[in-house]
Each structure stands twice: as structure tokens, then as C-alpha cells.
């Protein structure tokens, strides 16, 4: 069985006070809607776990009905912090779960292709990440003000998300997280605590994620052109 967990537990305090980035409507849906129908028209996935802040499971119960998401899903409550709300949807999982998606609900770009290509590279390594090789020139600041050395970028990837993994193997490195009380910024980031390798998965498509308020045009037109 292959489960995806979809993260919506997040505050999005960087898109403004009062806004709720997931629910802001872009291209006639939700932002969450997009990423939600994302994955229950992928054939690739058998469940979805949506992780979510308490008090919003009626809000994201109404999305199912209304926008005709039939693929079995269940909720679970969100942590303090991101890694926290990842083990709860990992706790929520299906005992038949061997192979996990773990998706921000705020980039609603993604394509079922490469959500069943890390699925794939999963099942292969145990591990897969959705990511971008980096194109601008990098510059590193000592002091926030000033540049102080150009960054090599040849060797640099933008990872994303799905991030992808064997199940079992993603507990592992997220219960040595949590044991070490250390704060990670991706579950990839666990993986290379317990030396799992991890395989990069280039899109082809753009694939952003909604963080401030000028990301929402940009998404909008790509979700536009993506409309079937």
C-alpha cells in the first residue's frame, strides 16, 4: 500500500495576519483543494492522511464533499513544529502502509508524475525527493548586508516536495530526530542523520510553494494552464 500525508497544519504567518494561505482561493479552488485532488486522482496512492491544525477537520471534511475528493482519507492534528506534524500523519497510517508521500499542502503544482516517480525511486533506494537543480548565482553574507563569497552552485539542488519513503525507514530517522530533540527543516534532513541515501527526483514542470503573498499569481497562472 502507498499512503501520502499531506502537511496543512502550517500557520503561514509570512502570507500575512489573518490568511489563511491553504484555504485562499487560485484558479476557481482552494490552494489545498488543487494539492488535495493532486493526489486522490494519482493512481499511484492508496490513502491520504491530511495533517491539519485543530479545529479545521470540519473545514477540510466540507473540501471531500465539495469538490468530490473520494480517495479514503482520515485526519490527524499537527505539532509544535513541522517534523512533529509529519509523525502524527506517520502515526495515522494504514498498518498496510509500506511506501509514504509526504506533501506541503501549499504547493499545488505538483503532477502525478512525479508524485509515481519518487514513489518509484522509493521503492528503489528507500528514500526520494522531488527537487530542482539551482540555477541563480548564490551569494554568501557574513553580515546580511554585504556579499562575501560567491557559492558553487554545480553541486546544489532546491529540494521540494513529494519527499518519499519506505515507511519504516522514515519512523527510523524521524524517532533519532525526536530522540536527539534536534529540528529539522525536511524529512529528507532525518534520512541523512541515519546515512539513508537519498535519490533526487527532477520535475519536469514547475512545482512552487505558497509562501507570500506574490506567489499567489504565479501559481495562479500555472494552475490555469494545467486545467483539464
Known amino acids: 500500500m502507498v499512503s501520502a500525508i499531506i502537511v496543512a497544519a502550517g500557520k503561514g504567518a509570512r502570507m ?9 482561493e487560485v484558479a476557481g479552488l482552494p490552494v489545498v483543494a488543487h494539492t488535495w485532488r493532486r493526489f486522490d486522482s ?7 492522511v ?10 477540510f471534511q466540507d473540501l471531500a464533499g465539495q469538490h468530490g475528493l473520494e480517495k479514503p482519507f482520515r485526519m490527524v492534528a499537527g505539532g509544535a513544529e ?16 509500506e511506501i509514504v508521500a509526504i506533501q506541503d499542502a501549499a504547493r499545488p503544482c505538483v503532477t502525478n508524475e512525479l508524485i509515481q516517480a519518487t514513489i518509484e525511486a522509493a521503492r528503489e533506494i528507500g528514500a526520494a525527493v522531488a527537487a530542482q537543480p539551482v540555477t541563480d548565482t548564490l551569494k554568501e553574507s557574513d553580515d546580511g548586508r554585504l556579499v562575501t563569497r560567491t557559492v558553487d552552485r554545480a553541486r546544489l539542488w532546491a529540494v521540494q516536495t513529494p519527499q518519499t519513503f519506505r515507511v519504516e525507514i522514515i519512523r527510523r530517522a524521524l524517532a533519532v530526530v525526536r530522540g ?13 542523520l541515519i546515512g539513508q ?9 514547475p512545482n512552487p510553494k505558497i509562501t507570500v503573498p506574490a506567489d499567489l ?5 500555472l494552475l490555469a494552464g494545467t486545467k483539464k
Open 197 to 205: 541515501p537519498v535519490k533526487l527526483v527532477p520535475g519536469l514542470s
Open 180 to 192: 536527539k530533540k534536534l529540528l529539522v527543516t525536511d524529512d529528507t534532513a532525518a534520512c541523512e
Open 217 to 221: 499569481a504565479y501559481v495562479e497562472w
Open 42 to 48: 494519482c493512481d499511484g496512492i492508496d490513502e491520504i
Open 16 to 24: 500575512g495576519p489573518g490568511m489563511d494561505k491553504l484555504f485562499l
Open 82 to 97: 513541522r517534523q512533529d506534524s509529519v509523525w502524527n500523519g506517520l502515526e495515522a497510517l494504514s498498518p498496510a502502509a
Open 50 to 59: 491530511l495533517v491539519v491544525r485543530e479545529g479545521m477537520q470540519s473545514a
